[in-house]
């Protein structure tokens, strides 16, 4: 596990070891490495934005988050990406409006 990833909490490496190890997602993988567009809404840490960008160089990724906590250590973690992805600081809904999350943490 990267040294950046060691310093994650209990789930963040449970998450981290189901996408980048055991690679959860690897039935998606050749929609992801043939995808032109990807949005990962609810966009967490930003484990599947990396590793979709991991998977395919062409990729333009859509990241949504709203916890600013969240998006913040996303950007950081992606910043290597940077030219491919739109960050969007915000929720997707079928309205408009606002809404108070709960997170724990």
């Not at 963040?12 to 690679?23: D, G, M, R």
């Not at 609810?42 to 906590?69: A, I, K, M, V, W």
């Not at 250590?73 to 992606?78: D, E, F, G, M, N």
């Amino acid at each position: 596990m990267p040294a950046s990833s060691a310093q994650l909490g209990k789930y963040e490496q449970a998450l981290y070891y189901e996408i980048f190890i055991k690679e959860e997602y690897r039935i998606a993988k050749p929609t992801i490495q043939n995808a032109k567009t990807i949005f990962d809404i609810g966009g967490h840490l930003g484990f599947f934005s990396e590793r979709c960008l991991s998977l395919n160089p062409h990729l333009q990724l859509h990241y949504f988050e709203p916890f600013d906590t969240l998006f913040q250590q996303a950007k950081i973690r992606l910043q290597d990406f940077a030219p491919q992805i739109t960050f969007n600081p915000f929720a997707i809904a079928s309205s408009t409006g606002t809404a108070t999350f709960t997170f724990n943490a």
